[in-house]
């Protein structure tokens, strides 16, 4: 049997919150352990935030010299060579994945690159990618273990190939015509970047609208949106079953409100959702209570049942945004490191879906907002009153902001639109500071920005 090591902490996951609150642990004068199976820097850095934006940026330059005659400027033919997507893409994960994985090391954390899992209610075996096997413990642990792509239930589904958030970035060609099971951000954001890049895009949703958890309005804009940019969209649709034929094309049977259809497309990307990592992780060895989705279950500080063990990022539920995960950290360190006593209860929880135009959110939506009975009014106002966007011809979508018409609160807003996410940050950092939306209404923003519209936007509650 290996000789068991202690230390004062061991983070499992080295992710965008579990590699900096190891660094900050080390710093304070803990010995800390740091388990990860494969790449430092977690989904965000490797197969997430920074892949998937650098090709959605290839993407959109893709997009717009094909409109090159709509601001009076001759192209030519547009190619698309997917080997220096790719590379550019990769050389900019190989930067950011280094730099982390660097600013690890450095701080004294020792990395063991390898699978984790619990042999009791404070230890940890780990088997080394070299083979090699560590016996390690302390008490406070704290699990990082994030998200991975799910696998829908599907008859045939194991008989064919399919690509997942992942796989598809390595592709080196485009898709003659790729099919897409799922209408949430993964799926959104390939399919409108694969469309640009030439292939021809048809996007399945089981749910009435794209973006479940948005308002209705703004769900049917975003489908509008890709129905434009020549996306087929099918809501309301289940899935039957798939298989190939001898030509190696891919038949997705489906059921339609208007009947049973069978889509037929060369390569089909599963985007239905992720599930948690920890099924490996043998929780039961700890008593880590965990839902019936996997799902790690924390209280407003980040502490599962089992005292000393903590559970931060996408593996607790919630919101998986690299932020978020960011946030958590921020938690730990200052209950952890500096005696404070941070809470989740209450933040708020902003995002960007990287479509184009890109989608910014921040606080209530209308629907939630009248689930709780709330008295609230709603400034909404169309991109095309936006100079800033009529000038560069990008006025798609609608702005929208959710007050509390006593206290003039900003409660919440969704920006659809120019740049939107950068937009809905302003409003986010008025509702940090509690700025009434009269303070917007009636600011003085430099002309032609977009922030000026936000004079317009509020305006619209004078009406």
């Known amino acids: 049997m290996a000789e068991i090591q202690t230390y004062d902490a061991i983070v499992i996951g080295a992710g965008q919150g579990g590699g900096p609150l190891a660094s900050a642990l080390e710093q304070s004068g803990k010995k800390v352990a740091m388990v990860e199976r494969e790449h430092v820097g977690g989904t965000c850095v490797n197969e997430g935030c920074t892949p998937t934006k650098t090709m959605v940026a290839s993407a959109r330059v893709a997009y717009l010299a094909r409109r090159g005659a709509d601001y009076g400027v001759s192209t030519g033919p547009i190619n698309i060579d997917m080997e220096v997507v790719r590379k550019r893409k990769r050389d900019i994960v190989d930067s950011f994945r280094s730099g982390s994985e660097k600013r690890l090391v450095s701080s004294g954390v020792d990395l063991l690159m390898g699978e ?7 230890r940890l075996r780990v088997t080394l990618n070299d083979g090699d096997v560590r016996e390690i413990e302390a008490e406070t642990i704290i699990i990082n273990t994030g998200l991975r792509p799910a696998i829908p239930p599907l008859e045939g589904i194991e008989t064919i190939p399919t690509l997942n958030s992942t796989s598809i970035m390595e592709l080196d060609t485009v898709p003659e015509h790729l099919l897409i099971i799922g209408g949430g ?21 089981r749910g009435a609208r794209l973006l479940s958890r948005e308002d209705k309005d703004v769900a049917e804009e975003v489908a509008k949106i890709l129905r434009e940019d020549g996306v087929e969209v099918f809501l309301q649709t289940k899935l039957k079953r798939v298989a190939k034929d001898a030509n190696g094309k891919i038949h997705l049977t489906v059921e339609t409100p208007e009947g049973e259809r069978t889509l037929v497309g060369s390569h089909l990307l599963l985007a239905p959702g992720r599930v948690p990592n920890t099924d490996k992780l043998n929780l039961a060895a700890t008593d880590v209570e965990a839902n019936e989705h996997g799902l790690i279950q924390v209280n407003d500080k980040l502490e599962t049942n089992v005292s000393g063990i903590y559970a931060i990022g996408d593996v607790k539920g919630g919101p998986a945004f ?31 879906v990287f479509i184009d135009p890109q989608l910014g959110r921040v606080g209530l939506s ?15 106002m169309p991109m095309s009153y ?14 929208k902001a959710i007050v509390d018409p006593q206290t ?11 740049e939107g996410g950068e937009v809905m940050a302003m409003l986010q950092i008025a509702m940090m500071g509690k700025l009434p939306y009269t303070a917007l209404r009636d600011g003085i923003f430099s002309h032609p920005n977009l922030s000026e519209a936000l004079n317009n936007l509020f305006s619209t509650l004078d009406q």
């Open 322 to 352: 690299t932020h978020i995960s960011y946030d958590d950290f921020r938690i730990l360190r200052t209950n952890l490191i500096e005696n404070g006593n941070a809470s989740i209860k209450d933040r708020l929880l902003p995002y960007t």
């Open 116 to 122: 984790g899992e619990f042999t009791g209610p404070k």
């Open 366 to 380: 209308e629907e939630e907002a009248r689930k709780q009975g709330l008295d609230i009014r709603v400034a909404k």
């Open 185 to 205: 951000y993964i799926g959104l954001e390939f399919g409108q970047m694969f469309r640009r890049f030439g292939s021809q895009v048809t996007l399945i949703q």
């Open 386 to 399: 936006v100079a800033r966007a009529l000038e560069t011809d990008e006025s798609r979508g609608f702005m």
């Open 408 to 418: 003039k609160q900003i409660l919440g807003a969704a920006v659809l639109g120019l």
